[in-house]
């Protein structure tokens, strides 16, 4: 049974910083990559970044680029979300994601096979 298991999220001051981390496991982990996703109150849930399985590409929203880094360690079977200079706009639950596809790493939620259950992230004024 695949899981995917966020933490690291809570309650942060604006131009503060969070790592969320992601523990896969029952899945060849290698073999996939990795989104993250958030969905904020009222919102759709949106595209924030992925990771190939290699760990050499990645892709980053552009309202993220500069603040957040995504990352991975495969011998772990984790992958992280480094977020600095958090933001309010930055509030949302954030779910971790996996794909089977790799070329092109997916950026839309249909790309993704699997989900993690999310963890909250809230950035006060």
């Known amino acids: 049974q695949v899981q995917l298991v966020e933490s690291g999220g809570g309650l942060v001051q604006a131009g503060g910083s969070l790592r969320l981390s992601c523990a896969a496991s029952?899945?060849?982990?290698?073999?996939?990559?990795m989104g993250w996703f958030r969905q904020a109150p009222g919102k759709e849930r949106e595209f924030v970044a992925a990771?190939?399985?290699?760990?050499?590409?990645?892709h980053l929203t552009d309202s993220v680029k500069g603040r957040f880094t995504i990352s991975r360690d495969n011998a772990k079977r984790t992958v992280y979300l480094q977020m600095n200079n958090l933001r309010p706009e930055d509030t949302a639950v954030y779910y971790c994601?996996?794909?089977?596809?790799?070329?092109?790493?997916?950026?839309?939620?249909?790309?993704?096979?699997?989900w993690g259950q999310g963890t909250q992230v809230t950035v006060s004024s």
């Open positions: 994601a996996a794909a089977r596809r790799q070329f092109p790493i997916p950026t839309s939620q249909s790309g993704y096979d699997y």
């Open positions: 029952g899945l060849a982990f290698l073999g996939y990559a």
């Open positions: 990771i190939s399985a290699s760990g050499s590409i990645t």
